[in-house]
């Protein structure tokens, strides 16, 4: 792979193609990303809820309070 690498002309056409390609990998990946950490931090607070000992109506109104992002 690193070979590869090394092989590539690195002028202008072929830094212009791969940035054309970095950007929306970069930003699909970040989304995802975000996504994930979002859900699990979501089932965190949920879980500690379960822990303190609140009900399911108590959780659901606490979730349903929250802010929608998406």
Known sequence: MIEL???IVWDKQTLSIAGA???PLTAIVATA???INKVRSENDLK???VQRGMSAD???RVIAAAPKEE
Do not use: D, P
């Open 5 to 7: 690498l090394a092989e």
């Open 21 to 23: 390609f970095a950007v």
């Open 33 to 35: 990303w975000y996504r």
């Open 47 to 49: 879980r500690a809820m």
């Open 58 to 60: 108590e959780i659901e």
